[in-house]
């Protein structure tokens, strides 16, 4: 705002706007606008401005009208653009409510615009309603078609839903910081997934431990075992009372009955299925004092949650990746809240551990500080047994030495895809996202 003249970098928004509203609106000539109290009401205005005058059809309902962007409703006026008590009749609204200094959900009266909205939202920067740096949503909010915003993504946009995401320029390269959040794309992941070389045998690829599964819960380990193995070419060991299943299921799993005779790995999977008894915690307390990587989720989580000693067993040197969904982050560190960022980095920073917070936006922070996002395109992830999946393709790109934040983002967005690919529109049981790991690592794998 310094180096360019006043109103210049909002008028460049309001044209990025006013493009993306042109796009969508496909020949259809009727736009309204929800314009709040800011500069986000600013940038709506300005669009509604440029859209005049490609001979669009626009109304704007002011909803604080004793505060509204001056500038902007005189240039809107001045083309002809009208201000009306209520959007009727319209193709295209543009949310110019609230954006980066919103709090908190909508207010009833812009609430209650929203609420009657028949035609697609365009929202401007974000969904009015969603909170910019956590994406919470906590009441009335905007469900927004596409979001168009400026100069560099921002946390809500990789935390909730913000429809399809328009990045628009506004010359602020070289301006920016780095990035607080980062999520990793396709090729990011391709380039990172271990696959053989010619000079590879089964054991260079990493031996993955796989310490899961019980007489109650033997699934666990079957499927554990099996994302293991698909995810990479190394070799898959099974120590556990599920030794029978998994051999019956993956017969080139090498599978022992208990730990203690399981042999060398280079990075343990424990938890899925275990139960939390005695024996379970024996189990644990092996596994931690290997002094390997580890990928603890489900009940390990829950135990290491309930006995503090159990931490006592782990050189702290001993890389660790906690996978917890909201109830075992619960018993690890307290409540999620609202803000899945700053509770992940909590975590992990009590606990020197990655921590992979499950959710819709999967969060993975480092003790670090780094943080990587991967927001899924759907919910069939959301199924029994889809967490053990998870921990057995994590496991694997542990074994394969792969540092653990990337290794936790590679698995939580190969996961996701599986769980797409599998889905097609229909729910799967988590054995259906498991056959379509390969697909999955295939579609990242550079051509
Ligand atoms: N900072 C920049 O460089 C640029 C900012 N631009 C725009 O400016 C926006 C930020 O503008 P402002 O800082 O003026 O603030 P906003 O337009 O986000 O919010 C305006 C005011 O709304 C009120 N408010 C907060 N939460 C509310 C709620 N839930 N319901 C109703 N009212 C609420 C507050 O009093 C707040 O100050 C960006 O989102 C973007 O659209 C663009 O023009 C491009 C350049
Ligand atoms: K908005």
């Not at 028949?118 to 905007?142: I, M, N, Y």
């Not at 079957?222 to 994302?227: D, H, P, R, Y």
Request: hydrophobic share 45%.
């Amino acid at each position: 705002m310094a180096v360019v003249p006043a109103g210049a970098l909002m008028r460049r928004a309001a044209f990025g706007v006013a493009v993306v509203a042109a796009e969508l609106l496909a020949g259809k000539r009727r736009v309204g606008l929800l314009v709040g109290a800011g500069n986000n009401g600013g940038d709506a205005l300005w669009a509604g401005y440029y859209l005049r005058k490609r001979g669009v059809a626009v109304s704007a309902v002011l909803l604080t009208p004793d505060r509204v962007h001056a500038e902007g409703l005189a240039a809107f006026r001045r083309v002809g653009g009208r201000v009306v008590p209520r959007l009727r009749d319209v193709d295209l609204v543009i949310d110019g409510i609230v954006g980066l200094s919103a709090r908190g959900p909508l207010r009833p009266d812009a609430a209650e615009h929203v609420a009657h909205l028949e035609a697609p939202v365009l929202s401007v920067d974000l969904p009015s309603g969603v909170d910019p740096d956590t994406g919470a949503v906590s009441g009335p909010a905007v469900r927004a078609h596409t979001t168009v915003t400026f100069g560099c993504l921002k946390p809500v946009h990789a935390l909730a839903d913000c429809g399809d995401v328009r990045l628009v320029d506004i010359g602020l390269d070289g301006e920016l910081h780095g990035p607080d959040l980062v999520e990793l794309d396709i090729a990011d992941i391709g380039v990172a997934w271990p696959v053989p070389g010619p000079e590879d045998d089964k054991y260079t690829q990493g031996v993955t431990g796989i310490a899961a599964g019980s007489a109650t819960y033997p699934g666990a380990a079957v499927l554990a075992t099996g994302a293991a193995l698909l995810s990479t070419s190394g070799l898959v060991r099974y120590a556990g009372p599920a030794a029978e299943d998994v051999r019956a299921r993956w017969p080139e799993s090498i599978c022992t009955g208990s730990i203690t005779d399981a042999g060398r790995v280079q990075a343990w999977v424990v938890g899925p299925g275990l139960g939390t008894g005695l024996g379970a915690e024996a189990v644990l307390r092996t596994v931690l004092e290997a002094g390997v990587p580890v990928c603890a989720d489900a009940d390990a989580i829950t135990m290491l949650a309930n006995n503090p000693d159990l931490w006592d067993a782990r050189d702290p040197d001993t890389l660790l990746v906690l996978t917890p969904h909201d109830r075992e982050y619960e018993r690890l560190a307290g409540p999620v809240g609202t803000d899945r960022v700053t509770a992940a980095r909590k975590a992990a920073e009590r606990y020197n551990a990655v921590v992979l917070l499950k959710g819709h936006a999967t969060v993975i922070a480092g003790p670090d500080g780094r943080v990587l996002v991967n927001r899924a395109r759907s919910s069939w992830a959301a199924t029994a047994g889809s967490g053990d999946v998870l921990s057995g393709v994590l496991g694997s790109l542990l074994a394969a030495g792969l540092d653990p934040v990337l290794a936790a983002g590679c698995a939580a967005k190969v996961h996701a895809l599986a769980a797409d690919l599998a889905s097609d529109g229909a729910p799967i049981p988590a054995t259906s996202l498991l056959a379509a790991l390969p697909d999955a690592i295939r579609a990242v794998r550079p051509l």
